[in-house]
């Protein structure tokens, strides 16, 4: 594993809140490519907030991120995508009524002409449902009817499309909220390997999940929030799980 | 069109694209998807069968250049209407857009005395614009929902139509051109026949074909994804809600080339039959789903009940109760459609 020393992704003091909940309370994180960076926390601890401002979809009150380094402002998902951040939403953020290719680009569909405006382009059908069908195919998903709308589709298959949409386009930085929740074990293992994967190409990964198996078997580092605040990052090994839990939920360790 | 059809073949288990799924189009849940997928259709031949063995005049030839002269005005809007509800919207002022453009346009044909051009674009434009101006408000406005809006605009626009059309009331006189899209036949069927068919195949490849069809779609099956994916939902609403308006201005174009008219009376509950026709033409009321053909069905189904109760003899109270019957039933198959979804589901996730 060679990190580089500047982190793909920084995190500087970050503050949000939402009317009166103070949802972020200056949280600092840097994630480095090839590593996979744990967040961790309980429910409410302020993961998904964090996500969400990193993707672009909340703006931060205070602080800010760092790209390689530079500062850049996130202030959409469509900017933070095009910078490379790719996320899997602890909702998945799929389309029911779409298939799995439609939902694989959606947003970014493969259109003609370029000159025109994205949204009056015509859509290329056919290039997105091979590409999409191949990485299908490579991720070795199981999709019972691949044009059928998602709507008809299992938990563990819509979990599956999410991560794959996500491993596409991942081009620098990868975050996954809770991608394992509905899975049974076969399938949080495929996406497991999709983690491993995704670090291997180069992607700084950030995986949030409350299974201290996954952490350790995974996570180069891990970092912990509590009601907004990081109250540790440490690496996570099999010495320090207990640590890591008391962290988690607040206990004296 | 095709897109969906496809899909829908496929989510009812049926064979698709050459790929067979025996076991899957044989169980009972794949079944009802399929016969609700069909329903309105099924319906429609339906009526048509019991109609015409009902009353003989109503399969003659006269009769049927009629019914799609009578449907035009509807099927037209409720294409508008259709894109608004498939992005979880509704728009009640399309009726009262539409008296306003006729209105407007009677103004500007005796202002500039003649051109059809100019008059028809003036109908075009105050129609867009008030969808606009819903488009803008509701969104921009941070409304939590189109209703209060496009209600507010039904008022004004009406009272605006029946503020400055001359005497408060219709206004005969349309250029030449109007009357011919509105009035005037060819090959035995109504000009505005053919303005529908354009529409509907200008809106076939924008809603099939384009990146903002696929986008309306997003945003209606999810609009809290469609932020995320990083489409720009609130111009997506706006360019819709415009959409209908640009309908309502068509619609408009049409109902004054058959009258020969502007009024501030047009278009009265006009925003309800749009809605029917849609709903029971088999779209969903909860957006997200649903395609032209859904309005373009719908609005048959109304044209030919009221065609053929009037033929009939039947007092057009019937017809409105016959019709609102017809919504029960279809906004039921739609909730129908949603379970057996859910149970088509829990089958996937048994099968794997
Ligand atoms: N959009 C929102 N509006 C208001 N409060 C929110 C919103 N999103 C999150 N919160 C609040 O912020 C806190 C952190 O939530 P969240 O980030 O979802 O936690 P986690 O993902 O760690 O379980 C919670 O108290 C939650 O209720
Ligand atoms: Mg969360």
Redesign the pocket.
């Known amino acids: 594993m060679n990190a580089a020393a500047v982190p793909a992704l920084s995190v500087r003091d970050a503050h949000k809140r ?2 009166a ?1 103070h ?1 972020l309370k200056g949280v600092s994180l840097d994630a480095y490519r090839g590593q996979v960076l744990a967040l961790l ?12 401002c990193i993707s672009g979809v ?1 703006a931060l009150d205070e602080g800010e991120i760092l790209l390689d380094g530079e500062a850049v402002a996130l202030s959409t998902p469509a900017q933070a995508r095009r910078a490379g951040i790719e996320t899997v939403y ?1 909702d998945l953020a799929l389309f029911d009524n779409l298939t799995p290719a439609q939902n694989f680009y959606c947003g970014r569909e493969i259109s003609f002409p370029r000159w025109l405006p994205r949204p009056l382009r015509f859509l290329n059908a056919r290039a997105m449902d091979q590409e999409a069908a191949s990485v299908i195919d490579r991720l070795k998903v199981k999709l019972p009817k691949f044009d059928a709308p998602v709507a008809l589709m299992s938990g563990g298959q819509r979990q599956a499309i999410a991560v794959a949409r996500a491993t596409v386009f991942a081009r620098n930085v990868v975050i996954l ?1 809770e991608p394992t929740a509905a899975l049974g074990l076969r399938e949080s293992r495929k996406v497991l390997d999709l983690v491993h994967q995704l670090r291997d190409e180069g992607n700084a990964v950030i995986l ?1 999940t409350h299974n201290m198996e996954h952490v350790i078997e995974l996570a180069d580092r891990a970092v912990v ?1 509590r009601q ?1 605040h990081k109250v540790g990052e440490l690496k996570p090994e099999r010495a320090n799980q207990h640590e890591l839990v008391s962290l988690i939920v607040g206990a004296e360790a | 069109m095709s897109d969906t059809t496809r899909q829908r073949d496929i989510s009812s288990g049926a064979p698709a694209g050459g790929r067979a799924q025996a076991s899957a189009s044989l169980s009972p849940v794949a079944f009802g998807l399929r016969l609700l997928n069909f329903g309105p259709l099924l319906i429609l031949a339906l009526l048509v069968v019991v109609f015409s063995v009902l009353t003989p005049n109503f399969l003659k030839p006269g009769n049927l250049s009629n019914i799609l002269a009578q449907t035009a005005v509807i099927a037209i809007v409720a294409m508008g209407q259709q894109l608004v509800i498939l992005t979880r919207g509704i728009d009640l002022s399309v009726g009262a857009n539409l008296a306003l453009a006729t209105v407007v346009g009677g103004l500007v044909f005796r202002a500039t005395d003649g051109s059809g051009f100019v008059v028809i674009t003036a109908m075009l434009l105050a129609g867009t614009a008030v969808g606009l101006v819903n488009g803008l408000v509701f969104v921009f406005g941070r409304l939590p929902h189109p209703f209060i809006m496009t209600l507010a605009t039904l008022s004004i626009c009406r009272g605006l139509a029946l503020q400055f059309s001359i005497n408060n009331t219709t206004m005969r006189g349309m250029p030449d051109a109007v009357l011919f899209l509105g009035e005037t036949s060819a090959l035995g069927v109504p000009n505005s026949f053919y303005v529908v068919l354009g529409m509907a195949l200008i809106v076939l490849v924008m809603t099939k074909s384009m990146v903002w069809g696929r986008w309306t779609y997003a945003v209606g099956g999810n609009p809290k994804a469609a932020v995320e994916m990083g489409i720009s939902v609130k111009w997506v609403l706006v360019s819709t809600y415009a959409f209908a308006g640009l309908c309502a201005g068509i619609g408009a174009v049409v109902l004054s080339g058959r009258t020969g008219a502007g009024s501030p009376l047009y278009g009265t509950l006009l925003e309800l039959d749009t809605i029917a026709a849609v709903i029971i033409g088999g779209a969903s009321f909860l957006g997200g789903r649903g395609h032209i053909g859904h309005a373009l069905i719908g609005a048959l189904m109304i044209g030919v009940i009221r065609n053929a109760l009037n033929l009939l003899n039947v007092g057009v109270f019937y017809q409105m109760i016959a019709i609102g019957v017809i919504i029960v039933v279809a906004v039921e198959a739609d909730v129908m459609r949603s379970y057996l979804e859910g149970r088509a589901r829990n089958q996937a996730a048994r099968a794997q």
């Open positions: 939402f009317g909940v949802a926390g309980d429910n409410g601890a302020g993961k998904s907030t964090l996500v969400r909340h602890q909220d949030i929030l907004g």
